[in-house]
Nanobody, 122 residues
């Protein structure tokens, strides 16, 4: 599985962006898809995931929405009400056997995209 993330950019605080992650391969529908981010000087952080359910880290709940289109082999991350604290490189990831308890754990994911930069100005 190869993942290609896009949609990042520069936006003012309060604005919105939609990230996309296109996946190759024929098993997309069976994969758990996740978004992680890494801010400068910080560890990689779980943002959201979608399998049979959706999962979010607390800091984005109510502002971000993850969705998937299995017909297009694509997962999306709609980000609203962005703040400078959301500035990071965002990575999409795919996992073949991610457990419910493990959706936020990077090592549960088998495949990673190249990352897309999101910068939120104040």
């Amino acid at each position: 599985v190869q993942l290609q993330a896009s949609g990042g950019g520069l936006v003012q605080a309060g604005g919105s962006l939609r990230l996309s992650c296109a996946a190759s391969g024929r098993t997309f529908g069976s994969l758990v898809m996740g978004w992680f981010r890494r801010a400068p000087g910080k560890e990689r952080e779980f943002v959201a995931a979608v399998g049979r359910s959706t999962y979010y880290t607390d800091s984005v709940t109510g502002r971000f929405t993850i969705s998937r289109d299995n017909a297009k082999n694509t997962v999306y991350l709609q980000m609203n009400s962005l703040t400078p604290e959301d500035t990071a490189v965002y990575y999409c990831a795919a996992g073949e056997s991610v457990t419910v308890d493990g959706v936020s754990v990077p090592t549960q994911y088998n495949y990673w995209g190249q990352g897309t930069q999101v910068t939120v100005s104040s």
